[in-house]
């Protein structure tokens, strides 16, 4: 239905370079990203905000992301993202 998903697994930290690089090869903004951002150890305030802008910048992109994102970051980039990000966690079910 012209919906773009971007699965990624761990992105290990290119959460944004693998949304770019996709939306340039499918020609269209992505709906979904769902992948971990691998963000748990060593991720400042500053950065987590820059991030947090960048992903907010692909259009109206939600985001899925797990458990490597790490829970404490994943509360910081929700609190600058509102409800365009998600934590999925073992069994959760997500209709697309």
Do not use: P, Q, W
């Amino acid at each position: 239905n012209g919906k773009i998903y971007v699965f990624a697994g761990c992105a290990h930290r290119g959460a944004a370079n693998i949304l770019s690089d996709a939306v340039r090869i499918a020609g269209g903004n992505a709906s979904f990203f769902i992948g971990g951002m691998h963000l748990m150890r060593g991720t400042d305030d500053a950065g987590l905000d820059s991030l947090a802008g960048t992903l907010c910048g692909f259009g109206d992109c939600r985001y899925l992301t797990m458990h490597c994102t790490g829970e404490e970051c994943f509360l910081r980039l929700k609190d600058k993202m509102g409800d365009r990000i998600e934590y999925l966690k073992c069994g959760t079910s997500v209709s697309l």
